[in-house]
Structures are given as structure tokens and as C-alpha cells.
């Protein structure tokens, strides 16, 4: 696929992976990009929408967080 990053275009590998989990919350059965990100140190990923789809997002400024919320759809 593909998509633009840091203002530049890219392309990459799509593929679906049976699960995909970040702290508690799972998503199943997903697709996701495979990418190197080794230039961006500090980095470990990217959450796209087929993601954050299943969440209600919510952010915390003063601490810096995203907090995200199961939807049951």
C-alpha cells in the first residue's frame, strides 16, 4: 500500500494478523502495514484507524496520555 508519512510518500506490505494487542485491549483478525521505522528512534508503531475504530479515544493533556475506551458494537 500506499501512504504518506512525515510529509513524504511510502509503500509497504499490507497484511492481516489474527490479533493485535496493546496494553489490555485486543483487536482481532486485523490489517496492518509492515514498515521499518528504525529512523525514527523511540518509535515502535503507529495505531491506525482499523485500530482506534474499536475505541472511544479520549485524551489527557496535562499527563500526556491517550485513553482508550472498548466500544461494544
Known amino acids: 500500500v500506499k501512504f ?12 492481516n494478523i489474527p490479533s493485535l494487542q496493546v496494553g489490555g485491549l485486543e483487536v482481532r ?8 521505522l ?10 491506525g484507524r482499523s485500530f482506534l475504530k474499536h ?5 489527557n493533556y496535562d499527563e500526556q496520555l491517550f485513553i482508550l ?3 461494544y458494537l
Do not use: C, E
Open 4 to 15: 504518506h508519512v512525515d510529509g513524504r510518500l511510502a509503500s509497504a506490505p499490507l497484511v
Open 29 to 36: 483478525n486485523i490489517p496492518v502495514v509492515i514498515w521499518d
Open 38 to 47: 528504525s529512523r525514527y528512534p523511540g518509535v515502535d508503531g503507529f495505531l
Open 55 to 59: 475505541f472511544q479515544l479520549d485524551i
Open 69 to 71: 475506551t472498548k466500544l
